[in-house]
């Protein structure tokens, strides 16, 4: 069975820092897109960013300036490197792959990483 293992999450004050990991398969990483998705308490699943295996990028509005994703194709993980945090980016944050940008994600969900902003 297919495994993503997400890292990374911690409690951070606001403005803070936190670089998130994924490791994922050989093949699933070779061949999809890659994505960080993130479920804040009562709140649906959303996209946060995703890369492709030739490194286009798409971020969700919120976070546009202050997060970035990119990959280490040697490793075959996926990192989010999260900057100038705010307590609305607390959620558990997830990784998944999808067909290309945009599209549905189609892996079987982790148990995610917790990410808490707050002073």
């Known amino acids: 069975q297919v495994q993503l293992v997400e890292s990374g999450g911690g409690l951070v004050q606001p403005g803070g820092s936190l670089r998130l990991s994924c490791a994922a398969s050989r093949i699933i990483f070779k061949i999809w897109t890659m994505g960080w998705y993130r479920q804040a308490p009562g709140k649906q699943r959303e996209l946060v960013a995703a890369i492709t295996s030739g490194g286009s990028t798409q971020y969700a509005d919120s976070v546009k300036g202050r997060f970035t994703i990119s990959r280490d194709n040697a490793k075959n993980t996926v990192y989010l490197q999260m900057n100038s945090l705010k307590p609305d980016d607390t959620a558990v944050y997830y990784c998944?792959?999808?067909?290309?940008?945009?599209?549905?994600?189609?892996?079987?969900w982790g148990q995610g990483t917790q990410v808490t902003v707050s002073s």
């Open positions: 998944n792959y999808a067909a290309n940008l945009g599209g549905t994600p189609f892996g079987s």
